[in-house]
């Protein structure tokens, strides 16, 4: 099955054709390709995006949406209530899954698999950039299982993202008492 037949794959708005600094009566917050890190969305990074006019919804993130990066390293991001109503610029293409065919946090694990992403990296590699476009997204043939291992798969790999984000945290954390400690015995 390719993506086209279980979903549907918008591309992001060319925000410069909405854009308005000076008299604007709308302000967005919008994704960036530096606010997407390790297949979560930085919020402190986003930009802010002022317009005359008020934005079409298919423009802005809504839960379970996956946003895919069009350039290397393709990476996926799944959307959850903190991250809705985030504009997507032309250099993301916005998935909404057709849930009877594919589950969204199945579909965020099978996009940011090496297999996967080997195959867009394929298609990219005819230009300079490395940038892939909406057609190779719905043309992405998929191997689905069944919804009940999507939904184990999808929740498992869903568990092990904040995993790792809460190991990272400690490590941060962990690092910075350390060199307090150090800082106080060298003091003293």
């Known amino acids: 099955m390719r993506l086209k037949d279980c979903a549907n794959i918008r591309t992001g708005l ?3 054709r909405k854009l308005s600094e000076e008299d604007f009566n709308y302000k967005y917050n919008a994704i960036n390709l530096t606010s997407v890190y390790n297949g979560f969305i930085n919020k402190e990074t986003l930009d802010t995006f002022k317009t005359k006019e008020k934005l ?3 423009y802005l993130t809504k839960e379970d949406d996956i946003v895919v990066r069009l350039t290397k390293p393709y990476t996926a991001i799944l959307i959850t209530k903190e991250t809705e109503n985030i504009v997507i610029s032309s250099n993301f293409l916005k998935i909404t899954c057709d ?3 594919v589950l969204p946090q199945y579909l965020y694990w099978l996009l ?3 297999k996967i992403k080997h195959k867009i990296f394929q298609d990219a590699t005819s230009n300079i950039l490395d940038a892939v476009t ?3 997204y719905s043309n992405l043939s998929l191997n689905l299982v069944p919804i009940d291992k999507q939904f184990i798969i ?3 790999y869903l568990l092990s993202l904040k995993e790792n984000k809460l190991i990272s945290k400690l490590q941060e954390e962990k690092f910075k ?3 307090a400690i150090i800082k106080k ?3 003293s």
């Open 14 to 16: 060319i925000l410069s």
């Open 56 to 58: 079409k919804e298919d």
């Open 99 to 101: 849930k009877e065919k």
């Open 112 to 114: 940011n698999t090496e």
């Open 134 to 136: 909406a057609t190779t």
């Open 154 to 156: 999808g929740n498992l």
């Open 177 to 179: 008492l350390n060199n």
């Open 185 to 187: 015995i060298n003091e």
